[in-house]
């Protein structure tokens, strides 16, 4: 159980144009997914909280115009990266909290999506 | 000062050897820690999760928390290889806050 999905797991895209990243927990649902980028050899930065149903929370920095995210249902969320630039290539990882995990409290993370804009 | 530190490394050890690895964190109000183990270009997998002060032991891997000197530990006894990795510490306050992470430590562990 807990499996989270990533997809795509790599996307080349060039510069000016969106991309869309899908987060899926596969057999549990999530009232809350989170969405994390990492720079080589460096930690997971938090970008945003989303909520099932509401507008996510930004970290102060994060550029919600440039970094939509949606959480459809409770099984999926996307971010998308609009008019992406070079400087956004990354990592970028989801996580989810398991509704049924005792204290809710536990997140489970994705695969990542690496991606490069040229 | 960061709210979490870990030492990056690379830390590398033989196989076999007992591996130890640590966070200090400054935030008090921390109540649930968390390891995770990430591999090259992988997400992070959780390894271990624990509430307050004590132990907890999983197979090879142990976590400590010591919150009166607000330092944790994962113990990884008999290491393999296939243990090489980044070792994340990550902590919160509990009901579903977000995760304040370490920086990660990038673990070697040599045949």
């Known amino acids: 159980g807990a499996v989270v999905s990533q997809h795509p797991s790599w996307v080349i895209c060039k510069s000016g144009t969106s991309v869309k990243i899908e987060c899926r927990s596969l057999?549990?649902?999530?009232?809350?997914m989170f969405w994390y980028r990492q720079f080589p050899k460096q930690s997971l930065m938090l970008m945003a909280t989303?909520?099932?149903?509401?507008?996510?929370?930004?970290e102060q920095g994060v550029e919600k115009d440039k970094f939509l995210i949606n959480h459809a249902s409770l099984t999926l969320s996307t971010l998308t990266v609009t008019s992406a630039h070079p400087e956004d290539s990354s990592f970028y990882i989801c996580?989810?909290?398991?509704?049924?995990?005792?204290?809710?409290?536990?997140?489970?993370f994705g695969p990542g999506t690496r991606l490069t804009v040229l | 000062q960061k709210e979490v530190e870990q030492d990056p490394g690379p830390l590398s050890v033989p196989e076999g050897a007992i591996v130890s690895l640590n966070c200090t964190y400054s935030?008090?109000?921390?109540?649930?820690f968390m390891w995770y183990r990430q591999y090259s270009r992988k997400g992070p997998e959780l390894l271990m999760y624990?509430?307050?002060?004590g132990n907890k032991e999983d197979g090879r891997f142990t976590a400590q928390v010591d919150k009166s000197s607000k330092y944790i530990s994962l113990f990884i006894r008999d290491s393999q290889p296939s243990d090489s990795a980044t070792y994340l510490c990550?902590?919160?306050?509990?009901?579903?806050?977000?995760?304040?992470f370490g920086t990660g430590t990038q673990l070697k562990v040599e045949l």
């Open positions: 989303s909520n099932e149903g509401s507008k996510a929370t930004y």
């Open positions: 624990t509430y307050s002060s």
């Open positions: 057999d549990f649902q999530a009232t809350t």
């Open positions: 990550a902590m919160n306050r509990g009901g579903g806050n977000k995760l304040t």
């Open positions: 996580s989810a909290r398991n509704l049924r995990t005792s204290g809710n409290n536990e997140q489970f």
């Open positions: 935030n008090s109000a921390f109540q649930y």
